[in-house]
């Protein structure tokens, strides 16, 4: 009589030790991939969210320069934007109401601030250089990203040359 052994079915134990670890190195590289998508994503929000911002300014500053945003001094900054008549250490354009809500209706994103700064060609009078620089916070340090643009300005004053 001979006895027949049954041949035997399933992984063992190393097998399947070996086969998890594989899967573990597979699901842990895709995790990283979905990490930086994220930060790469929020990233693009923030450039995406200070471009807008800056082109609102830009089209407020060609639409309302004489009202708001005006540089009598001609020393390249926003008259506005240098008088603090409350004493608060912000200058007058950039003030803000108890809600972090701007006091003048210029262009506002919740979360982002921003400096103008102007520079004249003497040789094209209606010629307004503005350099705006967006702020905000990224990941506990506060990033910049700037943006320039010339605008035309009907009755701007000439330079003194």
């Known amino acids: ?27 842990v590289g895709i995790y990283a991939v979905f990490a930086v998508g994220l930060v790469s994503h929020k990233r693009a929000v923030d450039h995406t969210a200070a471009s807008n911002l800056a082109a609102s300014l830009f089209d407020d500053i060609a639409a309302n320069y004489d009202v708001w945003y005006f540089d009598n001094d ?17 200058g007058d354009l950039y003030d803000v109401d108890n809600n972090g809500r701007p006091l003048n ?3 506002f ?23 705006v620089h967006i702020y905000w916070r990224q990941a506990g340090e506060e990033r ?8 035309f300005i009907k009755d701007l004053p000439a330079l003194d040359r």
């Open 74 to 90: 001609r020393n390249g900054v926003p008259d506005l934007a240098e008088r603090d008549r409350n004493n608060n250490g912000i």
């Open 109 to 131: 994103q919740r979360g982002y601030r921003y400096t103008i700064r102007y520079e004249r060609n003497p040789a094209v009078p209606q010629e307004l250089l503005v350099m």
């Open 1 to 27: 009589m001979t006895v027949r052994r049954s041949a035997y079915k399933g992984f063992t134990l190393i097998e399947i030790l070996m086969a998890l670890t594989i899967m573990l190195v597979g699901v």
């Open 144 to 151: 910049a990203e700037p943006f320039q643009r010339s605008i």
């Open 105 to 107: 209706p210029i262009p």
